[in-house]
């Protein structure tokens, strides 16, 4: 009988939580990284070199950084359904207004508004996931929803590629329209979140009683799981070993996904592609991530690990970057390219299913935040330091051998440090 329960309440939240999740990720994305397409064009208008259009990440995730964790504590008090649709619709507004900066300055100005907008929706979600899907659930929920990175750069390369193309409509450049047409949306569904999400099982009129019920017990049961190894408050959620070893590792992936992400059109545009076939070639890399995300989050809870999952996606990450940088210049880069995407959002499942065998409540509010800000901080340094090593030796090889190092540096962290035992699958049987 619990067999049927959990199949049919576990369809129903999927179908009811996931599209919703991904379709938020996926403008917040959009609004993110059309900046990298946007600057085809954009950096000569307003004057950006590339340590200045670098720099412009810095500004992006200091913002990012600095309301990452007081966001995630007021969501987890004020619930996820209204703090979510704040989110989205500042950073929509902010990422609208980036069509009106003139001049490097205030495109900085610009970019640190839309990462303080955007701050906290990441691990937002990943606190809404706690509230509504039990430990066997988490890597593919995870996995699914994250989907988003790679699909958002798949579509929005080819989109805002053919924006691009609308120069001088009313007036306006190419680039302005990206970031105007691109975030209208982001808009109107922050205010549809309002109306469509739930914040906790126990309010979700579309389960059925005995399907609330046997939710909330097994989350309830985990919960207990998880504190039999230590309950933590809020400071210790951000400063016990494991989460600081779990925000070093993710800080290396981020400083090498992002340092490429940014970077990337500029990478194939020089290989001759035309500003419509950059965005289709930089579109396959994306696909491969989307493939690896899903199918190392399923293998992930199929196999109950986490930790050799992720070293295995680290390396994969190394490899690839080595060999874009080996390449570069030739179209074989993009293989190396389209390896080290693959990598980087296969660690997504097994990695962010890491934080919750530790952390619970509020502390799970603070932590997930901690990790991700601190990861986030490679957002800064990863465009930063491809822009400037552009900048000293003329090339994008030794940026991509520097992010190379940092990918080799998680793949270390994760076969030394990253041993969580895993007390929820006992503790559930026993309670069975």
Known sequence: MDSAIETSAMRKVYLRILPLTVLLYLLCYIDRINVGFAALTMNKDIGLDAWTYGLSSSAFYLG?????????LIMDRVGARLWLARIMISWGIASALTAAVWGPSSFLVIRFLLGAGEAGLFPGVL?????????????????????????????????????LGMD??????????????????????????????????????????????????????????????????????MTNPKILLLSLNYLGIVTASLGLLLFVPQIIKALGATNMGVGYVTSLAYVCGAISMFGFGWLSDRLRDRRWLLFLTCGMATLGLVIAGATIGTWWSLFGICLATAGFYGTKGPFWAMPTMLLTGAAAASGLAFINAFGNIGGALGPAIVGWLKAETGSFAGGLYGLAAFTAASMVICAV???IPRRVGVEVAAAE
Request: charged residues 15%; neutral net charge.
């Open 64 to 72: 990012y950084v600095l309301f990452e964790v007081p966001s995630n």
């Open 127 to 163: 606190l809404l996931f706690t509230y509504w899907f039990p430990d066997g659930h988490r890597a593919r929920i995870i996995g699914a929803f994250t989907l988003a990175l790679p699909v958002s750069v798949a579509l929005g390369a080819p989109i805002s590629t053919a924006i």
């Open 168 to 237: 001088g409509v009313l007036g306006l450049k190419g680039w302005q329209w990206i970031y105007i047409l691109e975030a209208l949306p982001t808009v109107i569904i922050g205010c549809f979140v309002l109306v469509a999400m739930t914040d906790r099982p126990a309010q979700a009129s579309w389960l059925t009683e005995p399907e609330r019920n046997w939710l909330a017990g097994t989350l309830e049961t985990e919960r207990r799981a998880v504190e039999s190894g230590g309950k933590y408050n809020v400071l210790q959620s």
């Open 417 to 419: 440090g990253l041993h």
